[in-house]
T-cell receptor, first 112, second 113 residues
Framework: DVKVTQSSRYLVKRTGEKVFLECVQD?????MFWYRQDPGLGLRLIYF???????EKGDIPEGYSVSREKKERFSLILESASTNQTSMYLC???????????FGSGTRLTVV | GESVGLHLPTLSVQEGDNSIINCAYS??????FIWYKQESGKGPQFIID?????DKRQGQRVTVLLNKTVKHLSLQIAATQPGDSAVYFC????????????FGSGTRLQVQP
């Protein structure tokens, strides 16, 4: 069964910590995405990558960075976690050409 | 700027009735649209998609309608079941510019037994 796997379902981190959220897909997809989901705001794009070592900023990249060293893995990094980064983080992947995404189950991050 | 929005944040229907979830999009150049379903504690799951050269597409119990004249997208669910209770998102793809979908804020569908 093809899937996108996010390494943690729940995380609690302290303000100022450096946080890594990991995402792995087994579908050989070129494109990978990180969104955050907040009540009433839907899914907002943080960063995406369309190839290894390539990345593009989404709508809300501030306070985040990403790493794509291998095709199957896309990491989201919170350089110095803040309470306003408490959210549900969703990773997705797709083939290029406008096909739908496959999403992971999400990581609920709480920054205290 | 471009946006994808929903008319009704919460929709409550009786089991067995048909449901209609609406979405307005603002970018007339968008060429591809998708509906996702998100159940509690899970990531969004693909339901059905439609390209801009079509105005209707049917799946199993679901139909998506696209009205490009008024930039409106709808998802129809026939004979709604308790398992359909979830948040539904529409998403649009711009053919130029960034290569990522833009999502709406979601509609919660509640199915009453």
């Amino acid at each position: 069964d093809v899937k996108v796997t996010q390494s943690s379902r729940y995380l609690v981190k302290r303000t100022g910590e450096k946080v890594f959220l990991e995402c792995v897909q087994d579908m050989d997809h070129e494109n990978m995405f990180w969104y955050r989901q907040d009540p009433g705001l839907g899914l907002r794009l943080i960063y995406f990558s369309y190839d290894v070592k390539m990345k593009e900023k989404g709508d809300i990249p501030e306070g985040y960075s990403v790493s794509r060293e291998k095709k199957e893995r896309f990491s989201l990094i919170l350089e110095s976690a803040s309470t306003n980064q408490t959210s549900m983080y969703l990773c997705a992947s797709s083939h290029p050409g406008g096909s739908g995404y496959t999403f992971g189950s999400g990581t609920r991050l709480t920054v205290v | 700027g471009e946006s994808v929005g929903l008319h009704l944040p919460t929709l409550s229907v009786q089991e067995g009735d048909n449901s209609i979830i609406n979405c307005a999009y603002s970018n007339s150049a968008s060429d591809y649209f998708i509906w996702y379903k998100q159940e509690s504690g899970k990531g969004p799951q693909f339901i059905i998609d439609i390209r801009s050269n079509m105005d209707k597409r049917q799946g199993q119990r679901v139909t998506v309608l696209l009205n490009k004249t008024v930039k409106h997208l709808s998802l129809q669910i026939a004979a709604t079941q308790p398992g359909d209770s979830a948040v539904y998102f529409c998403a649009e793809n711009f053919p130029r510019g960034r290569r990522a979908l833009t999502f709406g804020s979601g509609t919660r569908l509640q199915v009453q037994p």
